[in-house]
């Protein structure tokens, strides 16, 4: 008992000593690679939410298509169906969104490299060149970004710090390799750098031409697999409507649990084809 007491007493005073303290340095923790992949994703299809309000939505659609499917069925698989669905709408709204906007990026990138090597050729200043694409005489779909820069160039912001901030408004690993070009001017001068941007639009058009080619075959593909995907249901909704005693054989434990079985075979299905339809993740060259 006094060996007990002395263990406790001993335990106190580490106790008080520990709080006496200051509190220890801890390292400063490192940012989700998943959160700064969804943030990028975000900014690319140009929509300004956070990704905890994406998150929230999506959420929000699951619920929703679970009620749905539960009022229109009643069915267990199908309610689980529904919330799958209503939560992968809100994505895939902003997938074609996304798409959409990094193609209109892409593709008026060269036009942009070109109208700024053209401008330096004429011995206009940097800071005029990118104030000129902000305005009607720049691309439509860079007309936002190019503004900023030029604002941010006016006002002071050191050159490289401002050009990083248009890169990080793209959030394109295309859009960081015009960064690397423009810091690199910054860096060296001018010499040389007509033939630097002219080398580098050539670079983004032949990669905008195999990204085209690409595009092509994988829209074939999603299309087939969305028909092969939506056309069972149709055919269970028709059976549902038409034969009675089929939908009440799928109410049963043993009809549900080949309603789960057909669900997840076509959700398999489906992710396959997708996954050999996939193009390698790009990462960024100048993720801040």
């Given at each position: 008992m006094l060996w007990l007491l002395f263990?406790?007493?001993?335990?106190?005073?580490?106790?008080?000593?520990?709080?006496?303290?200051?509190?220890?340095?801890?390292?400063?923790?490192?940012?989700?690679h998943t959160l700064a992949r969804l943030r990028e994703w975000l900014v690319q299809t140009g929509v300004p939410i956070a990704p905890r309000t994406f998150v929230t939505i999506s959420i929000g659609g699951a619920i929703l298509g679970g009620a749905l499917a539960h009022?229109?069925?009643?069915?267990?698989t199908l309610d689980i169906l529904g919330i799958a669905v209503g939560g992968a709408l809100y994505p895939l709204v902003l997938r074609g969104r996304h798409s959409r906007a990094r193609r209109a990026v892409l593709r008026s990138l060269p036009e942009a490299i070109d109208r700024l090597r053209d401008s330096l050729a004429s011995s206009i200043p940097i800071d005029v060149a990118l104030a000129r694409l902000g305005s009607e005489a720049g691309p439509e779909a860079l007309r936002p970004g190019f503004r900023q820069l030029g604002n941010e160039v006016a006002l002071?912001?050191?050159?490289?710090?401002?050009?990083?901030?248009?890169?990080?408004?793209?959030a394109d690993p295309t859009a960081d390799r015009a960064c690397s070009a423009l810091i690199l001017y910054d860096q060296v001068g001018p010499e040389r750098f007509a033939q630097?941007?002219?080398?580098l639009a050539g670079d983004v058009r032949s990669d905008l031409a195999l990204r085209d080619q690409v595009a092509a075959a994988r829209s074939r593909i999603f299309f087939q697999a969305r028909i092969l995907l939506v056309l069972p249901v149709v055919?269970?909704?028709?059976?549902r409507a038409s034969q009675p005693?089929?939908?009440?054989?799928?109410?049963t434990l043993s009809g549900q649990l080949v309603l789960a079985g057909g669900a997840l075979m076509l959700t398999l299905g489906y992710g396959l084809m997708v996954w050999l339809a996939r193009l390698p993740s790009e990462e960024r060259e100048l993720a801040s």
């Open positions: 263990g406790l007493v001993g335990l106190g005073l580490w106790l008080i000593h520990d709080a006496l303290l200051p509190a220890r340095p801890r390292p400063p923790r490192a940012p989700s009022l229109a069925f009643g069915w267990p002071g912001v050191p050159f490289a710090e401002s050009v990083q901030h248009w890169a990080d408004g793209l630097c941007l002219a080398q055919v269970l909704l028709g059976v005693i089929a939908a009440q054989a799928f109410g």
